[in-house]
């Protein structure tokens, strides 16, 4: 039961593998950028309100496009 | 003091989202005390919501001590994380890719799992019915604590998320109680495309903030997220829908 409840758990945060691993890569990335001062603020606030939702759209577009038919959860 | 923006948008997710979680757990209660018996269904959800309660009182004052940035980044991160893959899944459900969830089936195979199980263990104690109620309860509880802590941590707006979760949670339950049936005519997947918007939203929000981001117009700017996000996923589908539509 509990590796059942551990796997459902992480399933809260996890689907897509890739989607998951884009946001966390480009959150680090411009974290990296915004703590090092390599960044200013508004460019990293412009970068998170592009990337996150290029990262939805790209991860939308591949299921689609594969046309894969998920088990409904 | 939080603007009328923050506290709506604080409670207005937390009472989508718990609603949400609460329909889908009061789906197997409801298999298991019909197929199998209200005490051990009662007794589940009993020992899962004493379970909840036992990790909010041990995580509770554990928030206080984190530093408010860190706790927004982390709170931020995890808020993306959980948004986006169920934005993604409405998205994917809206367009037919994948199939709608559908409280009626869940219902009915929940059923069929524990009729097969009673026919094996006749005669034993009825754990298996009391630990699916259990697991349900334990489960989408903790996504509704998750929530909670989520969309009100990060603002100091516990007390109002904790309202917003505890009344859909409390809705749901007296219309079960009342109609004894699974809530399939709530647009599951409406709602949780309405959710996974406001939670990226606030997550995209905090992350920033917890970077130093001075958003123009402050709280005021979560409500562009929702725009950009609702507009980014009512864009795929309806460029993607007709596409699916083709390949079926």
């Not at chain 2, 195979?109 to 009673?118: K, V």
């Not at chain 2, 949670?169 to 996974?196: D, Q, S, W």
């Amino acid at each position: 039961m509990i590796s059942v409840v551990v796997k459902q758990l992480i399933g809260l945060f996890v689907d897509d593998e890739l989607l998951a691993a884009a946001i966390l890569c480009a959150v680090g990335l411009i974290s990296a950028l915004a703590l090092s001062g390599a960044a200013p603020g508004w460019l990293v606030g412009l970068m998170l309100a592009v990337a996150l939702p290029a990262a939805l759209a790209a991860s939308v577009w591949r299921s689609a496009w594969r046309g894969t038919r998920e088990s409904a959860g | 003091m939080p603007s009328l923006t923050t506290i709506i948008s604080v409670a207005g997710a937390s009472f989508a989202a718990s609603f949400v979680e609460a329909v889908e757990a009061l789906t197997i209660v409801l298999a298991v005390g019909l197929a199998r018996g209200w005490r051990p269904a009662l007794t589940g959800a009993a020992a899962a919501l004493a379970a909840l309660a036992l990790i909010v009182a041990a995580l509770g004052p554990l928030l206080g001590a984190v530093p408010i940035r860190a706790l927004q980044f982390v709170v931020g991160v995890l808020l993306l994380l959980f948004g986006l893959r169920w934005l993604r899944k409405a998205i994917l459900r809206a367009i037919g890719v994948i199939a709608l969830h559908d409280e009626d089936a869940a219902f009915a195979r929940e059923m069929r799992e524990l009729a097969e199980a009673e026919r094996r263990r006749a005669n034993e104690f009825d754990w298996i019915a009391g630990a699916a109620a259990f697991k349900a309860v334990l489960l989408e509880g903790i996504e509704v604590v998750f929530i909670v802590i989520a969309v009100g941590a990060a603002r100091g707006l516990l007390g109002l998320a904790s309202v917003g979760a505890l009344a859909a949670c409390v809705a749901v339950a007296a219309i079960g109680a009342a109609i004894h049936r699974p809530l399939a005519r709530v647009p599951e997947n409406g709602l949780k495309f309405a959710v996974g918007v406001m939670l990226s939203a606030f997550g995209l929000f905090w992350t920033g903030e917890s970077l130093g981001v001075a958003w123009p117009g402050g709280d005021a700017a979560i409500l562009a997220f929702i725009a950009l996000f609702l507009a980014v996923a009512l864009g795929l589908v309806a460029l993607l829908k007709p596409r699916a539509a083709a390949l079926a």
